[in-house]
């Protein structure tokens, strides 16, 4: 450890972390470019020459003239797989749950306790009221 020197242990830290940083945003870029849909095939395989032979420029030249959009484009994306999954999960509950008739008989006799705890049902018409929703569920 004697020749190596803490301020030099520092700047390797350094230049690691930049280098795995530009990686990180290199694949990132490259995952743009195949979501975007608005964009060419030309003009995608354009930004991949140009990251491929002048990767620091053509990351940095990306990253400034397309920034702004890779956020939209990554927020629909998330969007969309989030509404895909929550198809996929009413797909696969089924009938029995969701906004069916489990729900919506505890729907109904929340609100015929209501009427109740304002006086607008009787006893006997609340019991009679409730026994038919609960022979229906």
Known sequence: ????????????????FCWVLWFFLLFRIIGDLFRDHDLSGW??????????LLPFVGVLAYVIVRGTG???????????????????VREAA???TGTNASDNSVDQLHKLSEMKSRGDLTEAEYTRAKEKILARS
Do not use: C
């Not at 003009?43 to 491929?52: E, F, S, T, Y």
């Not at 990554?74 to 989030?82: T, V």
């Open 94 to 96: 089924g009938p029995e």
């Open 70 to 88: 890779m956020s939209q484009r990554e927020a629909r994306q998330a969007e969309a797989q989030q509404n895909a999954f929550k198809q996929y």
């Open 43 to 52: 003009a995608k395989a354009g930004w991949m020459i140009l990251v491929i």
């Open 1 to 16: 450890m004697d020749n190596y020197p803490m301020l030099d242990l520092f700047w390797t830290m350094l230049l690691i």
